[in-house]
């Protein structure tokens, strides 16, 4: 027999035995995989047997009908007291908490945000003030209030009107007497406009240029996007998910979204270069948001890199607009829907500003009856429905009961707000809850979350917030499109299934 006839019976051989131990190797993995999943299955099951949750299935969680997630939220609030476990899948289980108490013990930590959901927004947003723990993310938040003070606050109240202006000339243009209007897009081009003034020193309308239709678009594609992946088992790995239909247009949204802060970055070191723009902005007693991240990357790089100035500056273009646009869709749609109190908001806000030729930092702490139906609207429909946390080290609740270090929570500002428990009646528009005289727990009202990462830009929302109330309320009448009822439906922040869509009245 020859060498050749040799190799020939051989190398069958030789495969069929790489077959063999490629098998044995293959159901040694899966063995390995289903013990590990059946053992984190039930340590999760033990360690949350204090608290009762609805029937899940072992492998499939609990299956929640699209779009109808805060109706589940509320069946849970209505049922199992303080918390409930909710199971996504197998083994990925989130900690829902709806309770003040409960509330207070986790934002008093300093818990990280929770890795399995957060780290889906890196790509668009990076690493900064939202995503970040620990010792940098205190770097930055020290660095960054400055730009929140309230002499940087007090000037961007005319910024803030002459936005809302543009809007509602806009509005005047475009509808007739008793035109319905979806109000969503046209608010978060109006809020966009407003921090692209106050916060990044752009020039220009953004409201007039059809340029920026792009990035709204984009924020609402993410928004769907990320709630739609953190649910989804098999999208959970970075490449299956990229090579998929929602991880292709996610890489396209990202881009335009980067192309947008790109720009303002650029923008604004071109203008920098100017002898004579530099010395204004060095000395202006407190510098705005993105002067102040500019500056600390030219004084100390060390503390801010590029990606870094890059990463926050994505973030608060995003947080700074899309969760004000919700707040103010959902305040005027509240408003709408209770005739009785936006008509004595706006004999509040007629008394103080007249023909709101202007209006000013000092009339905004005027505004008590505004304030309390804001404040009402914003329990009703907080503008970020929760937020998540992976719990860093054992707690123990008020009530005794208790979790192990490794369970991701989530807080559920919008079960809160309507936990009857706290709220009586909580579906009731009820604006009294908020008069001056009343009482209530420190955590119950937590639309700008709570503890030492609650909403850095908190001041800023509120002021904005009244500042389009009451110059609307001026020049139109608000009045709900019984046709089409929103449906709001939880995603980064607050959206509606189906718009906002409003009569608008032009009063005369």
């Known amino acids: 027999m020859s060498v050749s006839d040799l190799s020939a019976t051989r190398f069958p051989g030789s495969i069929s035995g790489f077959l063999q131990v490629a098998s044995v190797l293959s159901l040694l993995l899966v063995l390995f ?3 590990q999943f059946y053992l984190h299955r039930q ?60 509330m207070k013990v986790i934002l008093g930590r300093s818990d990280p945000k929770a890795h399995g959901s957060y780290r889906f927004l890196a790509p668009w947003i990076g690493y900064g003030l939202l995503l970040l723990n620990g010792e940098t993310w205190f770097q930055h938040r020290r660095m960054l209030t400055p730009a929140f003070h309230y002499d940087i606050l007090k000037p961007y109240v005319k910024t803030m009107a002459d ?26 081009l109006m809020t966009l406009d407003t921090i692209m003034k106050c916060a990044f020193s752009h020039e220009g309308s953004v409201q007039l240029d059809k340029k920026y239709q792009s990035y709204i678009q984009a924020v609402g594609d993410l928004n769907n996007l990320f709630f739609f992946r953190v649910r989804n088992i098999f999208h959970q790995n970075d490449t299956i998910y990229s090579l998929s239909s929602n991880g292709r247009q996610a890489i396209s949204a990202y881009q335009l979204a980067h192309d947008h802060t790109d720009k303002v970055i650029k923008s604004r070191k071109a203008q920098l270069k100017d002898e004579g723009e530099l010395e204004k902005a060095r000395k202006k007693r407190r510098l705005d948001f993105l002067d102040l991240l500019l500056f600390a990357r030219m004084e100390n790089g060390s503390i801010l890199s ?7 500056v994505d973030t608060f273009m995003f947080e700074g607009h899309d969760t004000t646009a919700s707040g103010i869709s959902w305040i005027f749609y509240a408003l709408a829907t209770h005739p009785e109190y936006q008509k004595r908001c706006r004999e509040e806000v007629q008394s103080l500003l007249g023909d709101g030729s202007s209006i000013t930092w000092d009339h905004l702490d005027q505004m008590s009856y505004t304030t309390m139906c804001i404040k009402e609207a ?33 807080l559920s500002f919008y079960g809160l707000h309507h936990n009857p428990t706290v709220w009586p009646n909580p579906e009731v528009f009820d604006p009294s809850r908020f008069a ?14 709570g503890g030492a990462r609650n909403c850095i830009g908190k001041q800023f929302a509120m002021n904005e917030l009244k500042v389009a109330v009451a110059l609307t309320l001026l020049r139109f009448e608000l009045l709900p499109d019984p046709t089409r009822i929103p449906v709001p439906i939880p995603r980064l922040v607050l959206k509606s299934k189906n718009g906002i869509h409003l009569r608008l009245k032009k009063l005369q």
């Open 436 to 449: 001056p005289e009343s009482s209530r727990h420190s955590h119950s009202f937590l639309p700008f979350s």
């Open 43 to 102: 340590w999760l099951l033990r360690n949350t047997q204090q608290f009762p949750c609805p029937p899940s299935h072992w492998f499939f969680g609990h299956k929640v009908p699209k779009d109808q997630e805060l109706q589940d939220i509320l069946t849970r609030v209505k049922n199992f007291p303080s918390a409930c476990p909710h199971w996504l899948w197998g083994t990925k289980l989130r900690f829902q908490v709806y309770d003040p108490d409960y």
């Open 306 to 312: 590029d990606k870094d100035l890059r990463a926050e």
């Open 33 to 35: 995989k289903v013990v």
């Open 163 to 188: 936005s809302v202006h543009v809007m509602l000339d806009k509005w005047e243009q475009i509808v007739g007497q008793d035109s319905t209007l979806e109000i969503f897009q046209h608010i978060s």
């Open 378 to 410: 914003l329990r009703l429909y907080p503008p970020v429905p929760g937020v998540s946390r992976d719990l860093s080290t054992p707690v123990t609740f008020p009530d005794g009961r208790s979790l192990p270090k490794g369970i991701s929570v989530l």
